[in-house]
């Protein structure tokens, strides 16, 4: 792959979808390509630059992960370990045969409180006022009253307030915050110094605006819970997804035979073309490890290759706009 081509590829997309955000692809220790795109504040007309902080969704789930997997590396409980354990009596609808593993692979059954395949991007879909969702323990009023879909461990569904319960979980038996337990336990250890989950009524000056689509003032701050949690959520830099896998697969997150066990596939998913372990997609054939985050105004993939030492990251701040140029960017380099 020459640089030039790379260049020319990503340029040509952006301008043509008139992409909003940033696009990076490593290859070895080397940047091949590092560039940013549209506004971060359509307003005020704030460019997004390199360092831009971008919301990424579902992109969080494998952080959510390797937490509840950092407290099975100290003996807290195990994946075999029933949800229930924790839960005590809230949450009845959950089966009480539900287990850790099952959560994190997405083949508990149990009932979601966000059915991506039932709405689009930018419906209003928070059952409560997007305020009242600020901490893991006032989700278990949306995460409540949802009957199971399927038997835990029959088939795999992907399951958003499944990772919410993860981090419900994961918060009371440390005693910490979910949010302080990411950023301690994922974030600094992997050196992902501007990755948080903060909140999207008080932004600070380097994050960008979530917007619906690429030719809309409306923003997604009506859309999603006000804070990010299990689920989803978390702000991230191009730069620190691109530090967190080489500090995953070097095991200053979790131990190495941990990760191993998170990147082991659990289910087929042919409707998406891949395979899922515990947090993570992966490629359906390949060794390639892939966190994908999608909601309103917010779009993001990043597939690292272990086996090269490839990444390439494309995050952005409009509900679609990264699907293009990841998808070209992967056919590129398959």
């Known amino acids: 792959m020459a640089r030039d081509d790379l260049a020319v590829l990503v340029e040509g997309i952006a ?18 390509l590092e560039r940013a795109y549209g506004w971060a504040d359509r307003a005020h007309e704030l ?5 831009t902080q971008f919301g990424i969704a579902s992109g969080n789930k494998g952080l959510t992960a390797l937490v509840v ?13 029933p949800a229930r354990t924790f839960l005590g009596d ?14 994190l692979a997405h083949r508990s059954g149990i009932g979601d409180y966000l059915d991506e395949t039932s709405y689009e991007v930018t419906d209003y879909v928070m059952p409560v006022p997007v305020q009242d969702l600020a901490t893991t323990e006032q989700f278990l009023t949306v995460l409540d009253g949802h009957p199971s879909t399927s038997k835990p461990d029959e088939r795999f569904s992907y399951n958003n307030g499944g990772f919410v319960v993860l981090a419900l979980i994961a918060e009371r038996v440390s005693g910490i915050p979910f949010h302080d337990l990411v950023e301690q336990r994922v974030c600094e250890r992997a050196g992902m110094h501007d990755t948080r989950f903060l909140r999207s009524d008080e932004l600070p000056a380097r994050a960008a605006i979530g917007y619906l689509t690429t030719d809309s003032p409306r923003t997604n701050v009506f859309h999603l819970p006000v804070r990010g949690n299990g689920d989803g959520g978390i702000y991230t830099t191009v730069a ?3 530090a967190f896998w080489p500090g995953l697969f070097a095991g200053r997150i979790v131990s190495t035979e941990l990760v191993d066990e998170m990147i082991r596939p659990r289910s087929h998913v042919p409707d998406e073309s891949m395979r899922y372990g515990l947090g993570f997609w992966l ?15 917010v779009s993001f993939r990043t597939v690292h290759d272990p086996t090269r030492q490839s990444t ?17 960017i992967e056919d590129l380099l398959a």
């Open 47 to 51: 460019p997004n630059a390199i360092d």
């Open 90 to 103: 809230d949450l009845p609808l959950i089966d009480d045969a539900v287990t850790i593993e099952q959560l």
């Open 240 to 242: 620190d997804i691109h």
């Open 312 to 328: 390439h990251t494309v995050i952005s701040n409009t509900s679609r706009g990264a699907w293009p140029i990841t998808r070209a």
């Open 69 to 81: 997997m950092g407290l099975i590396g100290e003996g807290r409980f195990d994946l075999a370990t």
């Open 283 to 297: 490629h359906e054939t390949g060794p390639a490890v892939i966190l994908i985050g999608s909601d309103a105004g």
């Open 15 to 32: 301008v043509d979808t008139e992409f909003s955000g940033v696009v990076r692809v490593d290859i070895g220790d080397e940047v091949e």
